[in-house]
């Protein structure tokens, strides 16, 4: 069954995404991952609630939830997530998709 992450994104420096992007996405794409939603190209909006403290929304789909534990568990992943933390603070949820 598919999972979903959902990424919530306060970005407060932009230096770390150009060399974040590659890498990241191939490492997303070797645990069968896709980005549905990027948090740098698509825009958003609040339809309902209080507009929390993000300036951005990710959205990739895993084959599972253990493809995507996976791919955020991968040694190689590690580096990438602390020079994400240098410039943002990141919000990641991890659903399972159903269908009821």
Known sequence: MPAY???LYNVWDQSWPPKYKDPVTKLIAKHG???VARR???P????EGE??????????????KEAARAWHDDPEYQPWIKLRQTGSKVSMILVEGCDG
């Open 51 to 64: 507009q929390p403290d993000i300036t951005g929304v990710t959205l990739i789909e895993f084959p599972s």
């Open 33 to 35: 991952g896709k980005y």
């Open 44 to 47: 958003w909006e609040m339809m």
């Open 40 to 42: 740098s190209s698509c």
């Open 5 to 7: 992450a959902v990424c």
